[in-house]
């Protein structure tokens, strides 16, 4: 039998911290919660009355936006501080500023910062709920959970499935989430990619990997395309981008030749021609769209979880805001 | 109460609804998840036999808008809400739930269901009522009335959950479980 009740924690920093079960509780609470956008009143009022700041120290569209939507369609009061024209260009710590925040009585503050570690750091000194919107390379979490709903959604499961990671692992916070959440389900996890992006020590997380992707192709259910940061030819890490699409890139000669009907995932924004091609991206394997609208189900999922939240880690943060942290 | 008895409770309530209603034009059932769900279909099946005509089923579940959310605490695990195709609107409600107590669930659903349209009326079923209202509810057809002090438990079963149909009054222990 289902239990009555569920309990995820003060805070969603990653998803190596949730074990297969936790996981599962937030796909499955995220569910019910794609109903409520279909609604003409896309609105419940759960979250009235709390404020929620989205800190976002690296730019983001998608994933502040998909925030929102899901805070508001929760009904809580929403205010979006990006560091431009914030007093962090100041030189103001990121401490300061969350105290400064919590000074102004906020319950939740979700964040992308471009440093890895950054959300952890800041879940343990403040009393807020923290919700990692990606930082650095760490992490990326509800990324990685919107990817299991999509693939769940349209496989029918996670366990046992073949999902491939192409392209920039080296710097993808959401290879990361993948990795640890699918593995944490059953999945087998592959990464394929130039050398130069990937870890030297991948191997260490349970991954196969494949240095061409016509193999990868050929062992794979699920393909998950990265973005290439374009800055990484300038960096070196690559020769062109016309070379990467020709050695690494999705193109329809390659999906065509897959013995199965791959699922093809990207967290977007895509740079078409390059790790994906247009024909791919827009054809019948892709769920990319999907991918877009389970991300508000699945950050209404974590929101609704965690204002349940675990009051003694607030307690044990709110001592050490006062004490010498 | 059991199995027999609820089957011949809720024979009752599928008549009383029609006849309160003046017939099965535009009615639409509305069970409250969880068990409300399974004696919302139960109660159709019973209009149906009477009236052959099915009026449609739909499902709520009312947790995003309890009163007592705000308070710390775990999560409640949320059910499924889909309403019948052609919404509400100048429809006849009947919100169908397990056992009115406090009211509190019965104000969840009347504001759930304004987010979604106007209906024509709405109407309260419940197969026990138990008593100790805290707010103005009042429900239209009941199956059974049970004067439950506050230390008991009034619990109904459904065979889709519990395996069986009846209805059981449970004592609490004097410490809460």
Redesign the interface.
């Known amino acids: 039998m289902t239990p009555l009740t569920m309990v995820l924690g003060k805070d969603l920093v990653g998803l190596e911290d949730l074990d297969a079960e936790r996981i599962r509780m937030i796909l499955d609470t995220a569910e019910p919660f794609k109903e409520i956008s279909e609604r003409a009143i896309k609105k419940v009022p759960m979250l009235r009355g709390k404020t929620i700041v989205n800190l976002f120290f690296e730019p983001s569209t998608r994933t502040r936006i998909s925030f929102e939507f899901a805070e508001k369609r929760l009904s809580a009061d929403t205010v979006n501080i990006q560091t431009t024209g914030s007093s962090v260009q100041k030189g103001e710590t990121l401490v300061d500023t969350a105290r400064n925040l919590e000074a102004m009585r906020i319950d939740m503050v979700v964040m992308r910062h471009h440093s890895s570690g950054a959300a952890r750091f800041l879940a343990e000194r403040i009393p807020s709920n923290v919700v990692n919107a990606g930082d650095g390379r760490h992490e990326h979490p509800t990324q990685g959970l919107l990817d299991m709903l999509t693939i769940r959604d349209h496989m029918g499961r996670i366990e046992g499935l073949k999902v491939c990671i192409v392209g920039d692992v080296l710097h993808s916070r959401v290879a990361r989430s993948n990795i640890w959440g699918l593995t944490r389900l059953g999945a087998e996890v592959a990464v394929c990619g130039p050398r130069t992006l990937l870890p030297a020590d991948i191997r260490e997380l349970g991954v196969h990997v494949f240095s061409r992707i016509e193999e990868a192709i050929e062992w794979a259910d699920v393909m998950n395309v990265l973005r290439l940061q374009l800055e990484r030819m300038q960096a070196g890490y690559v020769p062109s981008l016309r070379e990467y699409n020709r050695v690494f890139g999705l193109t329809r000669d390659r999906v065509e030749r897959a013995p199965r009907d791959l699922l093809i995932l990207h967290p977007g924004p895509m740079n078409r021609g390059v790790e994906i091609d247009s024909d791919v991206a827009d054809g019948p394997h892709s769920v990319i769209l999907d991918q877009v609208t389970n991300g508000v189900a699945v950050r209404m999922a974590v929101l609704y979880l965690l204002a349940g939240g675990a009051p003694e880690d607030a307690a044990a943060a709110r001592s050490s805001e006062t004490g010498n942290g | 109460m059991d199995e027999r008895a609820v089957q011949r409770t809720l024979a009752r309530m599928a008549r009383e609804l029609v006849e309160l209603n003046h017939g099965v034009n535009d009615l639409v059932l509305i069970g409250i998840q969880r068990r409300g769900v399974q004696l919302a279909h139960r109660l159709a099946d019973e209009i149906e036999r009477a009236e052959s005509h099915r009026p449609p089923v739909g499902t709520l579940?009312i947790t995003?808008?309890r009163d007592d959310?705000?308070a710390?605490?775990?999560?409640?695990?949320?059910?499924?809400?889909?309403l019948p195709p052609g919404g509400i609107d100048d429809r006849k409600i009947i919100i169908v739930d397990d056992v009115c107590f406090t009211g509190r669930t019965v104000r969840a659903a009347l504001?759930?269901l304004a987010?979604?349209?106007r209906p024509a009326r709405i109407y309260l079923s419940v197969l026990v009522d138990r008593g100790g209202r805290e707010l103005p509810i009042c429900p239209d057809v009941v199956g059974t009335e049970i004067r439950a002090n506050a230390n008991q438990q009034v619990e109904v079963l459904v065979p889709e959950l519990d395996g069986k149909l009846g209805v059981l009054l449970l004592t609490r222990p004097t410490e809460e479980p």
């Not at chain 2, 710390?72 to 889909?82: A, H």
Request: glycine share 14%; hydrophobic share 30%; no cysteine.
């Open positions: 579940d995003l808008y959310l705000t710390i605490g775990p999560r409640p695990v949320l059910g499924e809400t889909r504001d759930e987010d979604f349209g």
